[in-house]
């Protein structure tokens, strides 16, 4: 798969990229799949509700036990009761975790990056570096590189870089082991650097 390699000026050549990684087919129920799941262990219990032990009722028997004519109430904390405990709470200790084997997790990686090279969201850089830790110089390296929303996937995140664009709104940079299926899509470019490509062929291929 030939893809476009920039330099400083934003001027493109070709670059022969692995088959093995931007070559293969698109898998829609795979992508699904393993996006459905990043997501799900991403997210963490929030819901709470409060059982028959934990709401605060008295523990005195409301009336007699028998007599009254009334149906038999041990306390009022029951779940039958109005403002009392529900019988079954949702709990934030809940466990929203679902499992993908290796082999899909890279065959979805793949399938999304060969897609994105298809539609032209993959570009090559040899390297990506600053001399300084300047939010206003990698905008204008991004600027002249023709890219506004990307993740950048470098081989390893120089402290200038990541300083200079932790605060531009549409720019992420990782490193290969760290690009998860939702930013791969999520950005309108992805810009991987060489060095970046080598490690994802010895990762997924």
Wanted: charged share 25%; no cysteine.
């Amino acid at each position: 798969m030939d893809l476009k390699l920039l330099n400083d000026q934003g001027q493109a050549a070709t670059f022969s990229a692995p088959d093995t990684i931007f070559g293969r087919d698109f898998n829609e129920a795979l992508v699904h799949q393993i996006v459905v799941a990043f997501q799900a262990n991403a997210r963490s219990g929030n819901r709470a509700q409060k059982d028959r032990a934990e709401v605060k009722h008295s523990t005195k028997k409301p009336w007699r036990q028998k007599g009254t004519g009334r149906a038999r109430a041990g306390m009022t904390s029951s779940p039958l009761w109005r403002g009392g405990g529900r019988a079954f709470p949702n709990s934030p200790e809940e466990n929203f975790s679902q499992k993908v084997n290796k082999k899909m997790y890279r065959a979805g990686i793949r399938s999304i990056l060969s897609q994105l090279a298809r539609e032209d969201r993959v570009a090559v850089v040899d390297t990506f570096t600053l001399e300084s830790p300047k939010t206003k110089l990698a905008a204008a390296k991004l600027k002249s590189l023709g890219l506004d929303s990307v993740l950048i996937i470098t081989d390893n995140v120089d402290e200038n870089v990541y300083l200079a664009t932790r605060n531009l709104p549409h720019v992420a940079v990782v490193e290969p082991r760290y690009a998860d299926p939702l930013s791969l899509i999520h950005y309108k470019k992805v810009l991987i650097t060489k060095p970046a490509i080598a490690q994802l062929e010895e990762m997924l291929g």
